[in-house]
């Protein structure tokens, strides 16, 4: 068993979920003028849906929440704070997921109080509805159990974030050294996901990179 219930999601799967989004959209009647988007989530599930809905304005608002390897680490916030005339428009504001929905409460709020458009629906591909503080108008999927979706534009990062964790707690337990195949595969055992050699690789050289890691003869070593 994994310790972290983690998805490893798809590019196929994302435009199939913006799809289905974009068709409860349609269904309901609401026809946004402009998307925003949150970034840096809501990005590409934005980019889609104003492929599939036609819509032709788009513009984001970066809301700080997440902090490393899933875990939350400050209270959500407007980053780059700027002011639109939305006055008459319809805004569909789309995230990828709600999970505690913090972000997306900061993110309708400041454009409601400070952009004040005519109407403002939510759209998010995932809703976690065991955590989530609000229900997003418009999702695909309800997630009961609490699960961190691996999308395609975080790889990367959480790959790092990821073994950055395993190295922290394993530390504790008095290992320091590893093999690269002893991490991918303590990787592969925590997270329960295989995310594919080329993204192990970036992750270890971005660790040996900011100093968490050091190389010799083959082993990697924690540096404290
Ligand atoms: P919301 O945007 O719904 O308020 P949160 O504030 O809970 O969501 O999270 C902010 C961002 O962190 C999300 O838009 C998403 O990019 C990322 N995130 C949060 N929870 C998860 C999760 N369970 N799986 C993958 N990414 C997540």
């Keep these: 068993m994994p310790r972290v219930n983690t998805k490893l999601v798809c590019w196929e799967?994302?435009?199939d979920w913006c799809r289905k989004l974009a068709e409860a959209v349609e269904a309901s009647g609401f026809k946004p003028d402009l998307i925003v988007s949150i970034a840096r989530g809501g990005y590409i599930p934005a980019r889609l849906l104003c492929d599939f809905l036609d819509?032709?304005?788009l513009v984001s608002l970066q809301v700080l929440h997440w902090g490393k390897a899933a875990e939350i680490t400050a209270v959500a916030h407007v980053k780059?704070?700027?002011d639109l005339n939305l006055s008459g428009k319809r805004v569909l504001l789309v995230d990828d997921i709600l999970d505690t929905g913090d972000s997306v409460i900061v993110a309708r709020d400041y454009i409601l109080s400070r952009w004040k458009p005519a109407e403002l629906k939510i759209a998010a591909m995932q809703w976690i509805s065991s955590v989530a503080k609000i229900k997003p108008d418009f999702y695909?999927?309800?997630v009961k159990d609490w699960i961190w979706y691996q999308y395609p534009w975080t790889r990367a990062e959480d790959t790092t974030n990821f073994f950055e964790k395993i190295i922290s707690?394993?530390?504790?337990?008095q290992k320091s050294e590893w093999s690269y195949e002893e991490l991918v595969n303590e990787f592969k055992e925590w997270y329960g996901i295989d995310v594919g050699d080329s993204y192990y690789k970036l992750a270890v050289k971005r660790l040996k990179k900011n100093g968490?890691?050091?190389e010799k003869e083959g082993?990697?070593?924690v540096r404290y």
């Design 219 to 221: 082993r990697y070593r």
């Design 169 to 173: 707690e394993r530390v504790k337990e």
């Design 140 to 142: 695909v999927e309800e």
């Design 80 to 82: 780059y704070p700027y």
């Design 212 to 214: 968490k890691l050091e």
């Design 55 to 57: 819509v032709h304005d």
């Design 13 to 15: 799967e994302v435009v």
